[in-house]
């Protein structure tokens, strides 16, 4: 059995969240405790990114979850999953995504891959670009098929792009990937948009240290 903790160390004990793992993989224990938006550049966390088939965690289902581990503000791990669904690609998620019907016959069930991502996430704090988005499908299908609270701390990169970068057209990953001159070959896979994200993010960061007070 392997032991991990959700939640800020500073908070009082009763506000982390203890999670257990028998032999088997099963989640044995958890306390609720709701994520909260820090909307700060922090050095140590887990970027995230997913791909659906549409835009409702209820209706539509997560076809690929894509995350890297950043330490110290650099990259030490990555996970990427396709996950297996019982359904058809619609020709639009094909076109953008390069994903095809095929690829999902060899991913891995939805349980499975969301007890790895708990594992590979811990109590790190999650950022991605337009991160409501991704947690929402990915706090609801956790409490669907694990009946895990997904808890953590996260910070949303447009939050902070739509404050430093005030006279962008838009605040569309691709947008600032060209502000910033980061390469968007690639786009629309999990792996690669949080790869991009976190160019984005650190290109942020330069400005803020520019500016007389942060964010």
Known sequence: MYN????????????????S?????NIQKQEKNSGVNLNKFVDD????D????????????????GAIKVEKNKIINEYNELIKINETLSPFTTKLTGITDEMLQTGKEISEVLKDFIHFTG?????????????GFL????????NFNLNNDYVDTMCIARKL???SINYKLG???DFFNVSYEGAHRGLKDVEITYEVYNNLRKINRYKSHGI
């Open 165 to 167: 970068v005030p006279n």
């Open 123 to 135: 109590d790190s704090i999650i950022i991605g670009h337009n991160v409501t988005f991704d947690l």
């Open 45 to 48: 966390y887990v970027l995230v």
């Open 50 to 65: 997913i791909e659906t088939t549409g835009f409702s965690p209820v209706k539509d289902e997560i076809i690929e979850i």
């Open 21 to 25: 793992f028998d032999i088997l993989g």
């Open 175 to 177: 947008t600032l990937a």
């Open 139 to 146: 706090s609801y299908n956790c409490k669907k098929y694990l």
């Open 4 to 19: 991990f903790k959700y939640g800020d160390k500073n908070k009082k004990e009763e506000n982390n969240v203890q999670v």
